[in-house]
């Protein structure tokens, strides 16, 4: 007998037994549903089936019950997407007299979100399918519901199978064809369809990382030398030290945000500042934007990534008003949460990787974002050159700031910078989702002969730092490790913590916050061929050591990015 089963809070698929081949009356079935969904004309404007899932190239295994419960974010389109985008290119660029000048959610609603008419027709159209609306906002841009697959299939008028993974042993839910509806109002998205790509977390420990190197684990080499915690491993305060250096700023008054696919038991943040024998003094908490749990059960869930994640924030802005936890099943949803929720959260850490079926099913809100002056710091992986069996996303977003890995020796136990190089781990290169190339990374010597860049598509990362395995990491109540974990997931959450920094000063001269970057820090670390004396004041050149196929150089590279910050850069930032 063949058996499916359904984890809910992640959408993870797995199955035991026999699975029968798909019968000759479900192919019928297949083919007249196909017929008949050529009537309905109502555009989804972004991609929905994966290659693997084309029913021309995969043949599906089962069909989808048709009582399973389905959990959707059904995303409506921009209203003016073309001049969103000049508006994001003039908020962002230094020399517009609208630099900085930001947008509130309730602004970025009435200017580029959808009208509260196709709001309205469309949770009218989704009830009347036999769908419950669970959550979304107009200011959102998103309607949550749940409903059986049967609704589903009905209001987006196709059908659910479950398909062979190309590259995991597992089956995945998808659909046979794009969705469509018979609504005058277009959508742009509906994230939940299939689970093709489950989100991962990216950190890596040292044994497996030993392994994939072909060494024993026993033999691996533990770099850390001059951490302050147990082991010489290094705290979220070191990192402070090494790339802030002074105490006047504490993130006092900022509100920061952390992505996360699964929840926490803060219990574990508890147990790292008790050993670590430092008091978290900003208050944390736990927000769940589709109803996923915001607990984490560690018989069934590791919250290695999220509490390391917290761990990196705080320790580089100990000072925060606050830290919100953004917990979700679907990214639209999460980031649905994050551009409308109060207080707004002005800098935002991501550390987990997925492959999206279509690249752009997140730039409006990426965009709403830097329209809004909030950063997005995205870790860009740790397995070396991106390609298309190694995800970059959603670091190779060109809204978002990508981060790299380095290995970093400070002076002493918690003292000052003292050297940094490349790590060989880092995720870098060229967009595998072939995102085309920004402005930004066109300014002149910035892709050159020697760091191998692509004048085609975005490079990556943009920025980094540490990530080597020399961190303290206490997770799923079962005690601490000292220089077995590292990623680029430690590095975003610091930068999104060494923002907030920034985001501080600029408030204390009265000004807006620092948001996205990137048009920003690129003018100024190159210009006319040439870096400049700014890049080097405020920035961490690292020019040694390569990860896969890209060396570290002087001035921008596809390992290391810009390289990792210096306290000036906060000055450079708000001016």
Known sequence: MNRIKHDQSRGFESTTGRIPRTCSLALALLLTFGTAATSHAAQVLTRHVRAGADVGVAAPVIDVLADRQMVLDVVLPLRDQKGLDAFVADVTNPLSPDFRHYLTPAEFS????????DYDTTVQYLVAHGLTVTGGSLDGMDVQVTGPASAVEAAFN???????????HR??????REPTTSMAVPLWHVSGLDNYSIPHPLFVKKGNDAKAQGVRPDTAVARATTGSGPSASFLGSDMRAAYYGGTSLTGAGQHLGLLE??????????TYFTNSGQTNRVPVTLLSTDGTSTSCDPSTCDDSEQTLDLTQALGMAPGLASLTMYVGSTDTAILSAMTTHQPLPM???????WTPADPSTLDPYFKKMAAQGQSFFAASGDNSTWSTSNEAWPADSAYVISVGGTDLTTGSAGGAWKSETAWSDSGGGISPDQVAIPSWQKISGVINSVNRGSRTYRNGPDVSANADFTFYVCANQSGCTANEYGGTSFAAPMWAGFAALANQ???ALGQAPVGYFNPAIYAQNEINGALTPAYTANFHDIASGTSGSYPAVKGYDLVTGWGSPKADLIMSLVK
């Open 347 to 353: 800098t935002i850490g991501c550390s987990w990787g």
């Open 261 to 270: 696919y699964a929840g926490t038991e803060l219990a574990d943040l508890g």
């Open 171 to 176: 089956l995945f839910v998808g659909p046979d």
């Open 505 to 507: 000063h600029a408030a």
């Open 158 to 168: 196709l059908r659910l199978h479950y398909y062979r993974h190309p590259t995991e």
């Open 110 to 117: 009435a200017r580029f979100g959808p009208t509260r008419t």
